[in-house]
T-cell receptor, first 111, second 120 residues
Framework: GENVEQHPSTLSVQEGDSAVIKCTYS??????FPWYKQELGKGPQLIIDIRSNVGEKKDQRIAVTLNKTAKHFSLHITETQPEDSAVYFCAAPRGSYIPTFGRGTSLIVHP | GAVVSQHPSWVICKSGTSVKIECRSLDFQATTMFWYRQFPKQSLMLMAT?????????EQGVEKDKFLINHASLTLSTLTVTSAHPEDSSFYICSARTPLERGGSTDTQYFGPGTRLTVL
Protein backbone atom coordinates (compact mmCIF):
# COMPACT_ATOMS: atom_id res chain seq x y z
CA GLY A 1 0.00 0.00 0.00
CA GLU A 2 0.88 3.66 -0.16
CA ASN A 3 3.38 5.00 2.37
CA VAL A 4 3.58 8.76 2.85
CA GLU A 5 6.43 10.40 4.75
CA GLN A 6 6.12 14.04 5.77
CA HIS A 7 8.86 16.37 7.05
CA PRO A 8 9.43 18.29 9.18
CA SER A 9 7.08 17.44 12.03
CA THR A 10 7.43 20.97 13.39
CA LEU A 11 8.38 24.15 11.57
CA SER A 12 8.87 27.47 13.26
CA VAL A 13 9.32 30.64 11.16
CA GLN A 14 9.18 34.39 11.55
CA GLU A 15 6.33 36.28 10.00
CA GLY A 16 7.18 37.14 6.41
CA ASP A 17 9.51 34.19 5.93
CA SER A 18 8.79 31.28 3.62
CA ALA A 19 7.87 27.80 4.80
CA VAL A 20 8.39 24.54 2.94
CA ILE A 21 6.95 21.16 3.86
CA LYS A 22 7.95 18.03 1.99
CA CYS A 23 6.29 14.68 1.45
CA THR A 24 7.45 11.52 -0.23
CA TYR A 25 5.26 8.67 -1.39
CA SER A 26 5.89 5.10 -2.43
CA UNK A 27 3.26 4.17 -5.01
CA UNK A 28 4.38 5.31 -8.46
CA UNK A 29 0.78 4.95 -9.67
CA UNK A 30 -0.40 7.76 -7.39
CA UNK A 31 -1.60 10.74 -9.40
CA UNK A 32 -3.34 13.13 -7.03
CA PHE A 33 -1.69 14.99 -4.17
CA PRO A 34 -3.72 17.28 -1.90
CA TRP A 35 -2.59 19.44 0.98
CA TYR A 36 -4.81 20.13 3.97
CA LYS A 37 -4.63 22.73 6.70
CA GLN A 38 -6.08 21.83 10.10
CA GLU A 39 -6.60 24.40 12.80
CA LEU A 40 -6.99 23.34 16.40
CA GLY A 41 -10.31 21.63 17.05
CA LYS A 42 -11.43 21.82 13.43
CA GLY A 43 -11.58 19.50 10.45
CA PRO A 44 -8.93 19.57 7.71
CA GLN A 45 -9.42 22.14 4.99
CA LEU A 46 -8.24 21.49 1.43
CA ILE A 47 -5.90 24.34 0.52
CA ILE A 48 -4.31 23.17 -2.72
CA ASP A 49 -3.88 20.03 -4.77
CA ILE A 50 -1.90 18.88 -7.76
CA ARG A 51 -2.23 16.11 -10.29
CA SER A 52 0.55 14.10 -11.84
CA ASN A 53 0.37 15.81 -15.22
CA VAL A 54 1.37 19.14 -13.65
CA GLY A 55 4.72 19.97 -12.04
CA GLU A 56 3.70 23.07 -10.14
CA LYS A 57 0.55 24.83 -9.09
CA LYS A 58 0.23 28.18 -7.39
CA ASP A 59 -2.58 29.95 -5.56
CA GLN A 60 -1.58 33.35 -4.19
CA ARG A 61 0.92 32.69 -1.38
CA ILE A 62 0.62 28.93 -1.60
CA ALA A 63 2.27 26.66 -4.15
CA VAL A 64 2.74 22.94 -4.55
CA THR A 65 5.50 21.30 -6.58
CA LEU A 66 5.57 17.71 -7.72
CA ASN A 67 8.49 15.54 -8.79
CA LYS A 68 7.05 12.26 -10.01
CA THR A 69 10.43 10.78 -10.82
CA ALA A 70 11.65 11.25 -7.28
CA LYS A 71 8.15 10.64 -5.86
CA HIS A 72 7.99 13.70 -3.71
CA PHE A 73 5.88 16.82 -3.53
CA SER A 74 6.20 19.98 -1.48
CA LEU A 75 4.04 22.75 -0.10
CA HIS A 76 5.47 26.26 -0.26
CA ILE A 77 4.01 29.14 1.70
CA THR A 78 5.50 32.57 1.05
CA GLU A 79 5.19 35.72 3.16
CA THR A 80 3.90 33.71 6.09
CA GLN A 81 1.41 35.28 8.46
CA PRO A 82 0.42 34.32 12.02
CA GLU A 83 -2.90 32.99 10.72
CA ASP A 84 -0.96 30.43 8.68
CA SER A 85 -0.12 28.71 11.98
CA ALA A 86 -1.78 25.30 11.89
CA VAL A 87 -1.07 21.64 11.21
CA TYR A 88 -0.59 20.81 7.55
CA PHE A 89 -1.16 17.33 6.12
CA CYS A 90 -0.16 15.96 2.76
CA ALA A 91 -1.89 12.96 1.24
CA ALA A 92 -1.47 10.51 -1.60
CA PRO A 93 -4.14 8.11 -2.80
CA ARG A 94 -4.10 4.46 -1.89
CA GLY A 95 -5.89 2.66 -4.66
CA SER A 96 -8.26 4.76 -6.71
CA TYR A 97 -9.15 7.51 -4.30
CA ILE A 98 -8.65 6.65 -0.66
CA PRO A 99 -5.97 8.99 0.65
CA THR A 100 -3.10 8.04 2.89
CA PHE A 101 -2.13 10.99 5.06
CA GLY A 102 1.28 12.10 6.19
CA ARG A 103 1.89 12.52 9.92
CA GLY A 104 1.40 16.26 9.73
CA THR A 105 3.58 19.35 10.18
CA SER A 106 2.90 21.84 12.90
CA LEU A 107 3.68 25.26 11.44
CA ILE A 108 4.23 28.08 13.89
CA VAL A 109 4.52 31.61 12.53
CA HIS A 110 5.92 34.05 15.05
CA PRO A 111 4.76 37.66 14.75
CA GLY B 1 -15.69 24.56 -2.22
CA ALA B 2 -18.27 22.00 -1.17
CA VAL B 3 -19.60 22.17 2.39
CA VAL B 4 -19.76 19.24 4.77
CA SER B 5 -21.29 19.54 8.22
CA GLN B 6 -21.21 17.33 11.29
CA HIS B 7 -23.48 17.12 14.28
CA PRO B 8 -22.91 17.31 17.12
CA SER B 9 -19.65 19.23 17.28
CA TRP B 10 -18.94 17.73 20.68
CA VAL B 11 -20.59 15.16 22.92
CA ILE B 12 -19.96 13.79 26.38
CA CYS B 13 -21.50 10.48 27.32
CA LYS B 14 -21.35 7.83 29.99
CA SER B 15 -19.53 4.56 29.47
CA GLY B 16 -21.80 1.92 27.99
CA THR B 17 -24.09 4.27 26.10
CA SER B 18 -24.28 4.73 22.34
CA VAL B 19 -23.59 7.93 20.46
CA LYS B 20 -24.66 8.86 16.93
CA ILE B 21 -22.73 11.35 14.82
CA GLU B 22 -24.21 12.78 11.64
CA CYS B 23 -22.32 13.87 8.54
CA ARG B 24 -24.12 15.89 5.88
CA SER B 25 -23.13 17.23 2.50
CA LEU B 26 -24.97 20.54 2.41
CA ASP B 27 -24.84 21.60 -1.20
CA PHE B 28 -24.05 18.46 -3.14
CA GLN B 29 -24.85 14.79 -3.24
CA ALA B 30 -22.13 12.47 -2.06
CA THR B 31 -22.25 8.85 -3.06
CA THR B 32 -19.19 8.17 -0.94
CA MET B 33 -18.31 9.48 2.48
CA PHE B 34 -15.43 8.58 4.75
CA TRP B 35 -15.09 8.38 8.51
CA TYR B 36 -11.81 9.17 10.23
CA ARG B 37 -10.58 9.13 13.77
CA GLN B 38 -7.88 11.44 15.05
CA PHE B 39 -6.02 11.29 18.35
CA PRO B 40 -4.31 14.40 19.75
CA LYS B 41 -1.29 15.50 17.73
CA GLN B 42 -1.68 12.58 15.36
CA SER B 43 -2.70 12.11 11.77
CA LEU B 44 -6.09 11.05 10.47
CA MET B 45 -6.85 7.36 10.61
CA LEU B 46 -9.40 6.10 8.12
CA MET B 47 -12.02 3.98 9.82
CA ALA B 48 -14.40 3.16 7.02
CA THR B 49 -15.71 4.10 3.60
CA UNK B 50 -19.44 4.70 3.48
CA UNK B 51 -21.26 4.13 0.20
CA UNK B 52 -24.85 5.24 -0.28
CA UNK B 53 -27.22 2.31 -0.35
CA UNK B 54 -24.67 -0.34 0.49
CA UNK B 55 -22.66 -1.63 3.42
CA UNK B 56 -19.68 0.31 4.61
CA UNK B 57 -16.17 -0.94 4.00
CA UNK B 58 -14.18 -1.01 7.21
CA GLU B 59 -10.43 -0.69 7.53
CA GLN B 60 -8.48 -3.49 9.10
CA GLY B 61 -8.70 -3.43 12.86
CA VAL B 62 -11.91 -1.38 13.03
CA GLU B 63 -14.79 -3.22 14.67
CA LYS B 64 -17.83 -2.93 12.42
CA ASP B 65 -20.19 -4.00 15.21
CA LYS B 66 -18.90 -1.22 17.44
CA PHE B 67 -18.79 1.54 14.85
CA LEU B 68 -22.04 1.29 12.93
CA ILE B 69 -22.19 3.26 9.72
CA ASN B 70 -25.34 4.05 7.78
CA HIS B 71 -25.42 5.97 4.51
CA ALA B 72 -29.14 6.03 3.81
CA SER B 73 -29.23 9.03 1.52
CA LEU B 74 -26.94 10.92 -0.82
CA THR B 75 -26.48 13.72 1.71
CA LEU B 76 -26.31 11.91 5.04
CA SER B 77 -24.04 9.34 6.63
CA THR B 78 -24.14 8.45 10.31
CA LEU B 79 -21.59 6.87 12.61
CA THR B 80 -22.88 5.25 15.77
CA VAL B 81 -20.39 4.36 18.48
CA THR B 82 -22.07 1.54 20.38
CA SER B 83 -21.40 0.74 24.02
CA ALA B 84 -18.85 3.51 24.20
CA HIS B 85 -15.88 3.26 26.53
CA PRO B 86 -13.29 5.83 27.56
CA GLU B 87 -10.84 4.52 24.98
CA ASP B 88 -13.33 5.52 22.27
CA SER B 89 -12.83 9.15 23.23
CA SER B 90 -11.43 10.87 20.18
CA PHE B 91 -12.02 13.40 17.43
CA TYR B 92 -14.17 11.90 14.69
CA ILE B 93 -14.14 13.51 11.26
CA CYS B 94 -16.11 12.71 8.14
CA SER B 95 -15.38 13.66 4.55
CA ALA B 96 -17.23 13.47 1.27
CA ARG B 97 -16.17 13.17 -2.32
CA THR B 98 -17.48 15.89 -4.55
CA PRO B 99 -19.30 14.85 -7.70
CA LEU B 100 -17.73 15.42 -11.10
CA GLU B 101 -20.37 17.97 -12.05
CA ARG B 102 -19.17 20.19 -9.18
CA GLY B 103 -15.69 20.30 -10.61
CA GLY B 104 -14.58 17.46 -8.39
CA SER B 105 -13.02 14.18 -9.29
CA THR B 106 -12.79 10.73 -7.87
CA ASP B 107 -10.06 12.10 -5.64
CA THR B 108 -11.21 15.40 -4.17
CA GLN B 109 -12.49 15.21 -0.63
CA TYR B 110 -13.95 17.85 1.64
CA PHE B 111 -13.97 17.39 5.37
CA GLY B 112 -16.51 18.16 8.04
CA PRO B 113 -15.59 20.19 11.12
CA GLY B 114 -15.25 17.11 13.32
CA THR B 115 -16.97 15.80 16.45
CA ARG B 116 -15.19 15.62 19.78
CA LEU B 117 -16.38 12.55 21.71
CA THR B 118 -15.58 12.21 25.39
CA VAL B 119 -16.65 9.04 27.17
CA LEU B 120 -16.67 9.23 30.95
Amino acid sequence: GENVEQHPSTLSVQEGDSAVIKCTYSDSASNYFPWYKQELGKGPQLIIDIRSNVGEKKDQRIAVTLNKTAKHFSLHITETQPEDSAVYFCAAPRGSYIPTFGRGTSLIVHP
Amino acid sequence: GAVVSQHPSWVICKSGTSVKIECRSLDFQATTMFWYRQFPKQSLMLMATSNEGSKATYEQGVEKDKFLINHASLTLSTLTVTSAHPEDSSFYICSARTPLERGGSTDTQYFGPGTRLTVL
